[in-house]
Nanobody
Framework: QVQLVESGGGLVQAGGSLRLSCAAS????????MGWFRQAPGKEREFVVF?????????YYADSVKGRFTISRDNAKNTVYLQMNSLKPEDTAVYYC?????????????????WGQGTQVTVSS
Protein backbone atom coordinates (compact mmCIF):
# COMPACT_ATOMS: atom_id res chain seq x y z
CA GLN A 1 0.00 0.00 0.00
CA VAL A 2 1.28 3.45 -0.95
CA GLN A 3 -0.31 6.72 0.08
CA LEU A 4 0.48 9.83 -1.94
CA VAL A 5 0.06 13.46 -0.92
CA GLU A 6 0.61 16.30 -3.39
CA SER A 7 1.51 19.85 -2.47
CA GLY A 8 2.83 23.01 -4.06
CA GLY A 9 -0.07 24.04 -6.24
CA GLY A 10 -1.35 27.58 -6.39
CA LEU A 11 -2.08 30.61 -8.52
CA VAL A 12 0.65 31.93 -10.80
CA GLN A 13 0.83 34.31 -13.73
CA ALA A 14 1.59 33.07 -17.21
CA GLY A 15 5.33 32.62 -17.63
CA GLY A 16 5.82 31.85 -13.98
CA SER A 17 6.96 28.70 -12.22
CA LEU A 18 5.74 26.26 -9.60
CA ARG A 19 7.22 23.15 -8.07
CA LEU A 20 4.87 20.38 -7.09
CA SER A 21 5.82 17.72 -4.58
CA CYS A 22 4.35 14.29 -4.04
CA ALA A 23 5.22 12.64 -0.74
CA ALA A 24 4.75 8.89 -0.51
CA SER A 25 4.33 6.65 2.48
CA UNK A 26 5.82 3.18 2.68
CA UNK A 27 9.26 1.67 2.39
CA UNK A 28 8.85 0.50 -1.20
CA UNK A 29 8.58 3.90 -2.88
CA UNK A 30 11.71 3.35 -4.92
CA UNK A 31 10.21 0.26 -6.54
CA UNK A 32 7.38 2.22 -8.16
CA UNK A 33 7.34 4.07 -11.43
CA MET A 34 5.78 7.46 -10.80
CA GLY A 35 3.67 9.68 -12.99
CA TRP A 36 2.00 13.06 -12.95
CA PHE A 37 -1.38 13.57 -14.53
CA ARG A 38 -3.67 16.57 -14.75
CA GLN A 39 -7.36 17.14 -15.20
CA ALA A 40 -8.98 20.37 -16.27
CA PRO A 41 -12.69 21.03 -15.74
CA GLY A 42 -14.80 19.12 -18.23
CA LYS A 43 -11.83 17.21 -19.61
CA GLU A 44 -10.42 13.74 -19.16
CA ARG A 45 -7.41 13.08 -17.00
CA GLU A 46 -4.30 13.71 -19.08
CA PHE A 47 -0.81 12.22 -18.82
CA VAL A 48 1.91 14.76 -18.09
CA VAL A 49 5.15 12.95 -17.27
CA PHE A 50 6.62 9.62 -16.14
CA UNK A 51 9.74 8.70 -14.19
CA UNK A 52 11.04 5.18 -13.77
CA UNK A 53 11.53 3.30 -10.54
CA UNK A 54 14.74 3.16 -8.54
CA UNK A 55 17.14 5.78 -9.83
CA UNK A 56 14.65 7.43 -12.15
CA UNK A 57 16.90 6.97 -15.12
CA UNK A 58 14.04 7.05 -17.60
CA UNK A 59 11.61 9.89 -18.06
CA TYR A 60 8.91 10.52 -20.59
CA TYR A 61 7.03 13.77 -21.17
CA ALA A 62 3.85 14.71 -22.92
CA ASP A 63 4.59 16.90 -25.92
CA SER A 64 2.58 19.73 -24.38
CA VAL A 65 5.02 20.10 -21.46
CA LYS A 66 8.31 18.97 -22.99
CA GLY A 67 11.03 21.54 -22.41
CA ARG A 68 9.02 23.33 -19.71
CA PHE A 69 8.41 20.71 -17.03
CA THR A 70 10.98 18.52 -15.27
CA ILE A 71 10.28 15.49 -13.13
CA SER A 72 12.68 14.17 -10.51
CA ARG A 73 12.58 11.86 -7.53
CA ASP A 74 14.36 11.61 -4.20
CA ASN A 75 13.97 8.08 -2.92
CA ALA A 76 15.61 8.93 0.39
CA LYS A 77 12.76 11.38 0.99
CA ASN A 78 10.06 9.24 -0.66
CA THR A 79 9.20 12.22 -2.82
CA VAL A 80 8.73 12.96 -6.49
CA TYR A 81 8.85 16.52 -7.80
CA LEU A 82 7.46 18.32 -10.80
CA GLN A 83 9.20 21.58 -11.67
CA MET A 84 6.96 23.60 -13.95
CA ASN A 85 8.41 26.58 -15.79
CA SER A 86 7.02 28.92 -18.44
CA LEU A 87 3.51 28.12 -17.32
CA LYS A 88 0.62 28.80 -19.66
CA PRO A 89 -3.09 29.29 -18.94
CA GLU A 90 -3.75 25.94 -20.61
CA ASP A 91 -1.70 24.28 -17.86
CA THR A 92 -4.49 25.12 -15.42
CA ALA A 93 -5.76 21.87 -13.90
CA VAL A 94 -5.76 19.68 -10.85
CA TYR A 95 -2.45 17.83 -10.84
CA TYR A 96 -2.24 14.28 -9.52
CA CYS A 97 0.71 12.05 -8.82
CA UNK A 98 0.35 8.32 -9.20
CA UNK A 99 2.36 5.17 -8.56
CA UNK A 100 2.67 2.25 -10.97
CA UNK A 101 4.17 -1.11 -9.95
CA UNK A 102 4.65 -2.13 -13.59
CA UNK A 103 7.85 -2.62 -15.51
CA UNK A 104 7.47 -0.31 -18.51
CA UNK A 105 6.66 3.29 -19.31
CA UNK A 106 2.95 3.83 -19.18
CA UNK A 107 0.88 6.90 -19.92
CA UNK A 108 -2.47 5.25 -19.24
CA UNK A 109 -4.14 6.32 -15.99
CA UNK A 110 -5.77 2.92 -15.54
CA UNK A 111 -2.34 1.30 -15.20
CA UNK A 112 -1.48 3.33 -12.11
CA UNK A 113 -2.46 1.68 -8.87
CA UNK A 114 -2.17 4.49 -6.32
CA TRP A 115 -3.23 8.13 -6.59
CA GLY A 116 -2.94 11.26 -4.54
CA GLN A 117 -5.81 13.63 -3.88
CA GLY A 118 -4.55 16.26 -6.31
CA THR A 119 -3.36 19.85 -6.06
CA GLN A 120 -4.84 22.77 -7.98
CA VAL A 121 -2.66 24.75 -10.37
CA THR A 122 -4.14 27.92 -11.83
CA VAL A 123 -2.28 29.99 -14.39
CA SER A 124 -3.66 33.44 -15.10
CA SER A 125 -3.13 35.24 -18.39
Amino acid sequence: QVQLVESGGGLVQAGGSLRLSCAASGRTFSSYNMGWFRQAPGKEREFVVFISRNGGGSTYYADSVKGRFTISRDNAKNTVYLQMNSLKPEDTAVYYCAADPGLVVTTTPQRYRYWGQGTQVTVSS
